[in-house]
């Protein structure tokens, strides 16, 4: 994992309208060439589990990781992505430091390799990362957009909801959809939910 520069920080890689070529070495050598230790370490054990890419598209596998590439670093906002910096730094050689790594990065890895869902303590932390990012503070949050599902604005006041269309072919950080919570309930058959959670009386 290289750490960002500071003036790379906060920038979602989510965005479309901004294309940039990600440092070969943050992307897993299924996506590019050189790969750091880590990823190497999650890749093996997703395929000791048997499971392959195959013709999986790998686009937004490859957004994730320039997500992390441009806001991972010890004093970034995104405050997993702080945690990630520092174990990748002043923390980077202790065991414990190893494992969390190799298993964050697995965690982003199966969303393609596996293609389902991720299981709820995952949804969180994607979704954190994503709200982080989204509202750096310094200008309009991206989530202040076109609801996916309705095409209408998603105002000042409204929860932004994440979620994926239910026949996606892989499930990333960066091909959920902002949607109103709404339009999920109308049509739950067609979404699945990223974040927030629902609580108690919902």
Not at 19 to 26: F, I, K, Q, T, V
């Amino acid at each position: 994992m290289t750490i960002s520069q500071p003036g790379l920080a906060n920038r979602s890689s989510c965005d479309n309208d901004e294309p940039h070529s990600p440092p070969a070495a943050l992307i897993p050598s299924v996506v590019a060439g050189s790969v750091p230790p880590g990823d190497i370490v999650a890749i093996d054990r997703l395929r000791q589990e048997g499971l392959r890419l195959g013709e999986k598209p790998l686009a937004s596998l490859r957004q994730d990781f320039e997500l992390l590439d441009f806001n991972t670093r010890p004093s970034s906002g995104v405050q997993v992505l702080s945690e990630y910096g520092i174990r990748c730094s002043t923390d980077a050689n202790s065991e414990a430091s190893r494992r969390w790594r190799s298993d964050f990065l697995r965690e982003i890895l199966t969303g393609t390799y596996r293609a389902t869902p991720p299981d709820t303590t995952i949804r969180r932390k994607w979704f954190q990362i994503r709200m982080d990012v989204a509202d750096p503070g310094m200008c309009r949050p991206e989530y202040r957009t076109d609801c996916t599902a309705c095409e209408q604005a998603i105002g000042e006041g409204e929860t932004p909801t994440l979620a994926w269309p239910a026949d996606s072919p892989v499930f990333q950080m960066c091909n959920a959809q902002w949607i109103h919570p709404a339009c999920i309930a109308s049509g739950a058959d067609r979404w699945v939910l990223l974040g927030p959670e629902k609580t108690e009386g919902e």
